[in-house]
C-alpha cells in the first residue's frame, strides 16, 4: 500500500479529540445559534436525550474493532453491555471473522447497522470512531495501535502488545506523541483478587519483600514453515496483509486460524509473553515497579530469575509446576495464572480460581479471604471507557505495559542466550552485551517498518 494512501483519514492535529471533529452536542448547538433562536415544535426519542436509562450519543463512545478472533470476541462479549459505547464496525482480513463479529454485534444491537473492512485504513479513516479493540495476532498488536493512534483513535490491544523491546518502547512513546489513552489487555490487574495480593504486598503486610513468583509457560520455539497450500481470494483471506510485517511465507489455513502460535515469525519472545504479560505484570506491580524493571536475568531448566535494583528476586517458574520446588510452601492450585508474593513476615497467593491463599500468621490476623472466582475483562474495559471519556491514564496504560513487556523480553532473552544478561532499566538496553542488544529489534518487512 502506497506512503500517500497510509497517510489518508490522518487528523491534522491527532493529539487533539476536539480538533478532529465537533461534537453532536457542538453540532446542535451551532445549528440553533444560525437559526436565530427560533422556537418550532419538535418530538426528540428519550433515548436521544439521555432518558430512560439510555445515553444520549453525544456522550457516546464510537468503537471498531481490528482483528477479533476468539480472544477478540470474547473482549467485545463483555464491551457490548456498556452503554455507553457502540460499536460500529469490524475489520479483519478473514472474510468469516469479519461476518460472524457483524451477526455478533447486529444481533446484540438489533439492528444491520455493523460495517465491514478488509482494509483497516477505510476503518480508520472514519472520522466518527473514537477508539478500536486490537486482537489481532501478536505480530500484528504494535504498528496495528500505532497506526490507530496516529488516526486519532484511542487503543485497547491485546497482549503482549508487542514482538520486541523496541516495539513496545515504539508503542508508548506513540501513545505520548499524539496523546491517545491506550489499555493493555492485561485484565488481572483490575480483578479483586489480585489487587487485594497486590496491596498486602505494597501496604508491608507481608513484611519486607524479597521473593515473587511468577508463573510462565516454558519458553519454545519453531522455524520451520508449514507446508504450502493454494492461497484463497484475497476477499476470503488477505494472507499479505495478515503476514503484514512479518517475513513472507506460503499460505497455510492453519497459520489464520489460530496455528501461528510457535512460530517464530508470528509469537512474541517464544510464548513466554502469553502469560508473562500477565504474571510479571503483577508481580512488578507488586514491587511498584511501574518504572523499572529487573536489573539481571538468569535461566536453567526450572525457571528463570530476576533481581530488581532493591535486592526483590523475582522467580518465572515454568508450568505446569508454577512454583516447582523454589517454594516448598507452595501446596494448592489457585488456577492459571498463579502469582505468590513472599516478605519476612509471611506469603500471599492467588491465581484466577479467586481464592487467595495466605501465610497462617496471616490467616490468624487477616482472616481466610476468596473471592469470586472468574477472569472477567469487563472492569478492565470500563476502565479503559471511563479514562476515553476522562483523559487519565488506564491502570495498565502505555509505561506500565512498556516495563513489564521489556522484563517478559529480557527474561525470554536470557533463556534463549543460556546465561546472565544485566539489563539497564534507564536506557533500556543491555550492559556490555551487543548480542543481546542485537535482538532489542526484528527486521520487518516493507512497507510495514514502525521504526521509521
Not at 177 to 202: D, E, M, P
Amino acid at each position: 500500500m502506497s506512503t500517500t494512501r497510509r497517510q489518508t483519514g490522518v487528523p491534522a492535529n491527532p493529539g487533539s479529540r476536539s480538533s478532529s471533529r465537533p461534537t453532536r452536542r457542538t453540532f446542535l448547538g451551532r445549528s440553533l445559534a444560525a437559526a436565530g433562536g427560533l422556537a418550532f415544535p419538535q418530538i426528540v426519542p428519550a433515548a436521544a436525550l439521555g432518558r430512560d436509562g439510555a445515553v444520549a450519543p453525544s456522550e457516546r463512545i464510537v468503537l471498531g474493532g481490528i482483528g477479533l478472533g476468539p480472544r477478540g470476541t470474547y473482549d467485545l462479549s463483555v464491551m457490548l453491555p456498556e452503554q455507553d459505547v457502540q460499536f460500529v464496525a469490524i475489520c479483519d482480513v478473514r472474510r468469516i471473522r469479519r461476518e460472524a463479529i457483524k451477526e455478533m454485534v447486529d444481533t446484540h444491537y438489533g439492528s444491520g447497522d455493523c460495517a465491514m473492512y478488509r482494509d483497516f485504513f477505510e476503518l480508520l479513516d472514519r472520522p466518527d470512531i473514537d477508539a478500536v479493540l486490537i486482537a489481532t495476532g501478536d505480530h500484528w498488536h504494535a504498528l496495528a495501535s500505532i497506526l490507530a493512534m496516529k488516526a486519532g483513535k484511542d487503543v485497547y490491544s491485546e497482549k503482549p502488545c508487542g514482538m520486541t523491546i523496541a516495539e513496545v518502547q515504539a508503542l508508548a512513546d506513540a501513545a505520548h506523541r499524539y496523546a491517545r489513552v491506550f489499555q493493555a489487555g492485561t485484565q488481572r490487574r483490575s480483578l479483586a483478587n489480585f489487587q487485594y495480593a497486590a496491596y498486602l504486598a505494597q501496604s508491608g503486610k507481608l513484611g519486607k519483600l524479597h521473593t515473587l513468583h511468577a508463573s510462565i509457560y516454558t519458553p519454545s520455539r519453531t522455524y520451520g514453515w508449514l507446508s504450502a497450500e493454494p492461497e484463497p481470494p484475497v476477499e476470503e483471506c488477505d494472507w499479505d496483509r495478515w503476514l503484514g510485517p512479518s517475513p513472507w511465507r506460503p499460505f497455510n489455513n492453519a497459520y489464520v486460524s489460530g496455528g501461528w502460535r510457535g512460530h517464530y515469525d508470528f509469537e512474541a519472545a517464544a510464548n513466554l509473553p502469553d502469560w508473562g504479560a500477565h504474571t510479571i505484570d503483577l508481580c512488578q506491580w507488586a514491587n511498584q515497579s511501574d518504572d523499572t524493571t529487573p536489573i539481571e536475568w538468569r535461566a536453567d531448566e526450572s525457571g528463570i530469575t530476576g533481581l530488581y535494583a532493591n535486592g526483590v528476586e523475582l522467580i518465572c517458574d515454568f508450568l505446569p509446576t508454577p512454583f516447582g520446588d523454589r517454594a516448598p510452601q507452595y501446596t494448592t492450585s489457585t488456577g492459571t495464572c498463579p502469582v505468590r508474593y513472599e516478605g519476612d513476615e509471611g506469603w500471599v497467593e492467588t491465581g484466577d480460581n479467586g481464592e487467595i491463599l495466605l501465610s497462617e500468621n496471616l490467616v490468624e490476623s487477616l482472616g481466610r479471604q476468596f473471592v469470586k472466582p472468574g477472569t472477567s475483562a469487563r472492569g478492565h474495559g470500563r476502565n479503559f471507557f471511563d479514562c476515553v471519556k476522562s483523559r487519565a491514564r488506564p491502570v495498565c496504560h502505555q509505561d506500565v505495559m512498556r516495563r513489564s513487556h521489556i522484563a517478559c523480553f529480557a527474561a525470554e532473552l536470557a533463556w534463549e542466550l543460556r546465561r546472565k544478561v544485566t539489563f539497564d532499566p534507564v536506557t533500556e538496553r543491555f550492559v556490555g552485551d551487543e548480542e543481546a542488544n542485537r535482538r532489542i529489534r526484528r527486521a520487518t518487512r516493507e512497507p510495514w517498518s514502525l521504526y521509521v
